[in-house]
């Protein structure tokens, strides 16, 4: 096979780790880690939608429309659990668990339409912090 085969060859071809089932079920949690509209916890209904003392962000705007955080299973310590689990079978290594988190590796085992939708939750749940433009990731609680 020479170069140009090659190259043709891989335009097609599509990563197999993606269809694995810890990486699969990754990319249908973000799609439903947020749910339509913003949010009505009662923090949000009594403050007029106003966040700014919030520790973490309840609503999101995805697309020009405004979303929420589902709480109910967004905890750090089920974004982790669900991420390591995609990171393992994607990567075939265990996620670190503390320092830079490698965002592009995410990205690459994530669906496209769900790029904008990784760092939003990942900062709003606690799994990481904003460190000078690099999401470190956070002790989490067991």
């Not at 913003?38 to 309840?58: K, L, M, N």
């Not at 310590?77 to 991420?83: C, E, G, P, Y």
């Not at 590796?105 to 690099?134: C, I, M, N, W, Y």
Request: aromatic share 10%.
């Amino acid at each position: 096979m020479n170069t140009d085969e090659k190259m043709t060859g891989d335009l097609f071809e599509v990563d197999k780790r993606l269809s694995l089932k810890n990486v699969v079920d990754f990319n249908a949690y973000l799609r439903s880690a947020f749910g339509d509209g913003p949010c009505t916890c009662v923090r949000c209904i009594a403050g007029g939608g106003d966040e700014s003392s919030y520790g973490f962000q309840h609503t999101f705007t995805f697309d020009a429309k405004p979303t929420h955080r589902r709480f109910a299973s967004t905890a750090g310590s089920d974004v982790l659990m669900a991420l390591k689990k995609a990171w393992l079978s994607y990567t075939k290594a265990e996620l670190p668990l503390s320092g830079v988190l490698a965002l592009d590796t995410v990205k690459a085992f994530v669906e496209p339409q769900l790029h904008k939708r990784v760092a939003p939750l990942f900062l709003a749940s606690g799994l990481v912090k904003d460190v000078e433009g690099e999401l470190h990731l956070q002790p989490q609680a067991a």
